[in-house]
Each structure stands twice: as structure tokens, then as C-alpha cells.
């Protein structure tokens, strides 16, 4: 008697996986091919521009690096600051909550939360105001702390999930060696808490190269101004001239993501540290 084979269905199932990964992902980086497909493009007009570039016409972005290339270097100064400002306030913090026993510990890390819901318009106004008072609008300093407030909440959260995991006999260990609080969390609990300090820096560093509405409202001269607020005005005074916008914005991306793909192996350990003890 016969048997009939039957063929697994796991082989198809893969690549229909595969297949329908692949149409999403090109959907979604279908925008950043045609940014620099018109860059690439820069004497053609916005609706003449070829689904595929002829040449390498670099004259766009020999222009928006020429105009644009001090506010880069302002928005990496600005973000870098940024990021120093975040984990100098942030890691204690998440220290604290997560191995001191403090009244209202998940209060506290709720009402963190909270804040991550409240409107960028409605701080950057109240911040507004308060900068005139203390003399930070158009400063670095100012726009470092607007950013790093962007991401001291969501450091808060990842990096205190992290350190809940530390094992306390790993503190009380070098409390014993006679190692004080400082100095057990600056040689003990921050390099254990590596993965969870990159991704946090990291983040922050995106939130504050994307900024807009800080550098926007805390800014009223030129002296201080993102390459985010510098394309803004870009496009107003060269609204024909997409080519060299589109290289400006091409240009922006760029360190974001060289950081997303030099620290994705971080990023995806510091993001699930904390979910296992």
C-alpha cells in the first residue's frame, strides 16, 4: 500500500515571512532612497526628477555642506552636550531607585512615566520664560538642558530596570571591601550597567539631533542653531532648489545612523537586560 508523503509547510511559511519583510521594509525606506535620489539630482525640479539617478552629481551637497555644515557641527556639539548632561542626571538617579529602598519608589518612576506625555510645546513655553529670567536663551547650555530633558525620563525608566537586576551581593560585597556608595556605583554598578548606559546615550543623542520645537522657541537669533531649525529655514529660502535641501537632510541622517549601527548590538542587550534576573 502506498503512503503519501507530505511536503512540510514550514519551507513556505519562511518565505512568505521573508517576502513580506521585505516588501515592508522597502515601503519604509522607500522616503530615505528617493531623499537621496534627489540629492543626487540637484539641477532637475521636484517633479522631474528620474526614479533613478544618471550620475553622481555631488554639487548638492557641496552646497548644503557649505551652508549648512555650521549648524551640524552645532546640533553635535548641542547633542553631545545633551547626552553628558542625561546620564550625569540620570544613572544616579536610577540607582537610587532601583537599589535603595526609597517611600514611593514606583511613584516616582510612574510620575517619570507621566512626563513623557506632556505636550513639547507646553515645555518649551514654560521653559521659555524662565530662560529670560536666568539669562539661557540663545546659549548652548540652555539648548543642552532643554534636549537632555527629553531623555532623562525614558534613561530613568530603562536604566533603572537594568540595575534591579544587579545582584546585591554584588554591592554589598564591595561595601564590605570598603567601598562607599560613590564610589561602588561609579566602579561596580556602571560598568555592569554598560549596555543599559549606550542605549541610554544613545537615545538621548536622537532625541536631542531631532529636536525642533527647543531650538525653534529658546533661540531668537542665529547664534545658536540645529541643522534641524537650519533645513527648516533652508527650505523657505530655497524652496526651488530641492536638490541641496534633500542633501541637507541626507547629511543630518548620517551620524544617527552610523551610532544605530555601531551600537544595535548594545541597544538590543540594553533593552532586554533588564526583563531577566
Given at each position: 500500500?502506498?503512503t503519501?508523503?507530505?511536503?512540510?509547510?514550514?519551507g513556505?511559511?519562511?518565505?512568505?515571512?521573508?517576502?513580506?519583510?521585505?516588501?515592508?521594509?522597502?515601503?519604509?525606506?522607500?522616503?530615505?532612497?528617493?531623499?537621496?535620489?534627489?540629492?543626487?539630482?540637484?539641477e532637475?525640479?521636484?517633479l522631474?526628477?528620474?526614479?533613478?539617478?544618471?550620475?553622481?552629481?555631488?554639487?548638492?551637497?557641496?552646497?548644503?555642506?557649505?551652508?549648512?555644515?555650521?549648524?551640524?557641527?552645532?546640533?553635535?556639539?548641542?547633542?553631545?552636550?545633551?547626552?553628558?548632561?542625561?546620564?550625569?542626571?540620570?544613572?544616579?538617579a536610577?540607582?537610587?531607585?532601583?537599589?535603595?529602598?526609597?517611600?514611593?519608589?514606583?511613584?516616582?518612576?510612574?510620575?517619570?512615566?507621566?512626563?513623557q506625555?506632556?505636550?513639547?510645546?507646553?515645555?518649551?513655553?514654560?521653559?521659555?520664560n524662565?530662560?529670560?529670567?536666568?539669562?539661557?536663551?540663545?546659549?548652548?547650555?540652555?539648548?543642552?538642558?532643554?534636549?537632555?530633558?527629553?531623555?532623562?525620563?525614558?534613561?530613568?525608566?530603562?536604566?533603572?530596570?537594568?540595575?534591579?537586576?544587579?545582584?546585591?551581593?554584588?554591592?554589598?560585597?564591595?561595601?564590605?571591601?570598603?567601598?562607599?556608595?560613590?564610589?561602588?556605583?561609579?566602579?561596580?554598578?556602571?560598568?555592569m550597567?554598560?549596555?543599559?548606559?549606550?542605549?541610554?546615550?544613545?537615545?538621548?543623542?536622537?532625541?536631542?539631533?531631532?529636536d525642533?520645537?527647543?531650538?525653534?522657541?529658546?533661540?531668537?537669533t542665529?547664534?545658536?542653531?540645529?541643522?534641524?531649525?537650519?533645513?527648516?529655514?533652508?527650505?523657505?529660502?530655497?524652496?526651488?532648489?530641492?536638490?541641496?535641501?534633500?542633501?541637507?537632510?541626507?547629511?543630518?541622517?548620517?551620524p544617527?545612523?552610523?551610532?544605530?549601527?555601531?551600537?544595535?548590538?548594545?541597544?538590543?542587550?540594553?533593552?532586554?537586560?533588564?526583563?531577566?534576573?
Amino acid at each position: 500500500m502506498a503512503t503519501e508523503t507530505v511536503k512540510p509547510r514550514g519551507g513556505r511559511r519562511r518565505w512568505g515571512s521573508t517576502v513580506a519583510g521585505v516588501l515592508v521594509l522597502a515601503v519604509m525606506l522607500f522616503p530615505l532612497y528617493w531623499m537621496l535620489n534627489t540629492a543626487l539630482q540637484p539641477e532637475a525640479g521636484l517633479l522631474e526628477v528620474d526614479p533613478v539617478p544618471h550620475g553622481l552629481d555631488l554639487s548638492g551637497f557641496s552646497k548644503a555642506l557649505t551652508d549648512q555644515g555650521g549648524h551640524l557641527l552645532t546640533s553635535l556639539v548641542v547633542s553631545l552636550g545633551a547626552v553628558a548632561i542625561c546620564l550625569a542626571v540620570a544613572a544616579p538617579a536610577a540607582y537610587g531607585l532601583a537599589q535603595f529602598r526609597l517611600r514611593g519608589s514606583r511613584t516616582i518612576v510612574f510620575g517619570t512615566l507621566i512626563t513623557q506625555m506632556v505636550p513639547g510645546i507646553v515645555i518649551a513655553n514654560a521653559l521659555y520664560n524662565s530662560y529670560v529670567d536666568l539669562g539661557l536663551v540663545n546659549s548652548y547650555f540652555g539648548l543642552m538642558l532643554a534636549d537632555a530633558s527629553l531623555g532623562i525620563p525614558f534613561s530613568i525608566v530603562l536604566m533603572r530596570s537594568f540595575m534591579v537586576s544587579i545582584p546585591g551581593e554584588v554591592v554589598e560585597a564591595a561595601q564590605v571591601d570598603g567601598a562607599g556608595r560613590l564610589r561602588t556605583f561609579v566602579q561596580v554598578v556602571l560598568p555592569m550597567s554598560r549596555n543599559s548606559l549606550i542605549t541610554s546615550g544613545l537615545f538621548a543623542f536622537l532625541f536631542s539631533w531631532s529636536d525642533f520645537m527647543f531650538a525653534l522657541t529658546l533661540n531668537t537669533t542665529d547664534d545658536v542653531k540645529p541643522v534641524t531649525l537650519g533645513i527648516y529655514q533652508y527650505i523657505g529660502a530655497h524652496v526651488g532648489d530641492w536638490g541641496s535641501v534633500m542633501a541637507a537632510s541626507v547629511l543630518s541622517a548620517i551620524p544617527a545612523a552610523i551610532l544605530l549601527v555601531f551600537a544595535q548590538k548594545y541597544i538590543a542587550a540594553g533593552i532586554t537586560g533588564g526583563s531577566v534576573k
